[in-house]
């Protein structure tokens, strides 16, 4: 069975920085893309950034040139780096990943459980 787990959230003052992390466990047969999403209290989860696996990036305006998503290589962890955190991207922060799980299958999105991000003014 192919899990997602986030870790890396926390409590963190407005300017600071965190990085998560989501390692992918369970075998699979192609990986399409990565990706982070958040959701505030109230609000539609949205997309933060996604890294596809030919390395090509997507990043929500709000957070362009604060957050870098990345992949450690040759490994099934990526993360994502956020810099100069402010109020508004308090939220709880979901890992997913769209996955051929075997040879002719269709893809399927998978989430991890989701990890929590407080930013403090």
């Known amino acids: 069975q192919v899990q997602l787990v986030e870790s890396g959230g926390g409590l963190v003052q407005a300017g600071g920085a965190l990085r998560l992390s989501c390692t992918r466990s369970?075998?699979?047969?192609?990986?399409?893309?990565m990706a982070w999403y958040r959701q505030a209290p109230g609000k539609q989860r949205e997309l933060v950034a996604r890294?596809?696996?030919?390395?090509?990036?997507t990043y929500a305006d709000s957070v362009k040139d604060r957050f870098t998503i990345s992949r450690e290589e040759g490994k099934d962890t990526w993360f994502l780096q956020m810099n100069r955190l402010t109020p508004q991207d308090q939220a709880v922060y979901y890992c997913?990943?769209?996955?051929?799980?075997?040879?002719?299958?269709?893809?399927?999105?998978?989430w991890g459980q989701g990890t929590q991000v407080t930013v403090s003014s």
């Open positions: 369970g075998s699979i047969f192609r990986e399409d893309t």
């Open positions: 997913q990943a769209r996955l051929q799980l075997k040879r002719g299958d269709y893809y399927r999105e998978i």
């Open positions: 890294l596809s696996y030919e390395g090509g990036t």
